[in-house]
């Protein structure tokens, strides 16, 4: 199952006609070139293609898989409580240094940097 924060990434090649690609909520009707490389949301848009009229049509797709975003929150916040035990709380969400690493002027080169 896709995850609602990913993208798909479609990749087609051949010798075809037909086969578009059709996203139902944007009531689009996307014609695929070889060679062509399409983005979207598709956890957030229903999608399929439409026939192949005539010859061969290959597709690469790759999506980000619910469980990976699921795998990144738990590793990113066990590696963060494991690297830096004297915080109360690691927020995943804010993907950046700590406070305390910061400098008046934000460039991360504080001296004050805690020992890991």
């Given at each position: ?6 993208v798909?990434v ?5 010798d ?6 059709v ?6 009707v ?6 062509q ?28 898989g ?7 929150k ?12 004297h915080?109360?709380e ?21 001296s004050?940097?805690?020992k890991?």
């Amino acid at each position: 199952m896709d995850t609602k924060d990913g993208v798909c990434v479609l990749y087609c090649w051949g010798d075809f006609e037909g086969g578009e690609l059709v996203l139902d909520e944007l009531r689009m009707v996307i014609p695929l070139l070889p060679g062509q490389v399409v983005f979207f949301r598709s956890a957030l848009l229903t999608h399929w293609n439409q026939e192949v009229i005539s010859g061969n049509r290959n597709s690469f797709v790759l999506f980000t898989g619910s469980r990976v975003m699921d795998w990144f929150k738990i590793s990113a916040s066990y590696i963060c409580n494991r690297t830096f035990p004297h915080l109360k709380e690691c927020n995943t969400t804010k993907r950046r240094a700590p406070n305390h690493w910061q400098t008046p002027h934000g460039n991360g080169s504080s001296s004050k940097r805690p020992k890991i």
